[in-house]
Nanobody, 114 residues
Framework: QVQLVESEGGLVQPGGSLRLSCAAS????????MRWYRQAPGKEREWVAT???????DYANSVKGRFTISRDNAKNTVYLQMNSLNAEDTAVYYC????????WGQGTQVTVSS
């Protein structure tokens, strides 16, 4: 089955950086666009970033210029480099692939606090 395992979240101070990872399995990773989403307490899940099969990227306005999505097809892994973090970035972060067999993983918690 399709599996998406997020990791490398944690507690960081405002202005800090963090690099999230998502290990994918159960499908041909290189043939699919990958996305990052996040969900803050009391809020709906929101889209953060997309990377296509050709490496094109797109970002939500709230993270544009601060976050970078990338992928390593040899490792079946998508990353999210997060810089200049602020309290508004506190959320559970999820990766996602738009295929019928996919489901949300457990996510990884990112907490930005001093």
């Amino acid at each position: 089955q399709v599996q998406l395992v997020e990791s490398e979240g944690g507690l960081v101070q405002p202005g800090g950086s963090l690099r999230l990872s998502c290990a994918a399995s159960g499908f041909t990773f290189s043939s699919y666009a990958m996305r990052w989403y996040r969900q803050a307490p009391g809020k709906e899940r929101e889209w953060v970033a997309t990377i296509t099969v050709t490496g094109s990227t797109d970002y939500a306005n709230s993270v544009k210029g601060r976050f970078t999505i990338s992928r390593d097809n040899a490792k079946n892994t998508v990353y999210l480099q997060m810089n200049s973090l602020n309290a508004e970035d506190t959320a559970v972060y999820y990766c996602n692939v738009y295929i019928p067999r996919a489901s949300w993983g457990q996510g990884t918690q990112v907490t930005v606090s001093s």
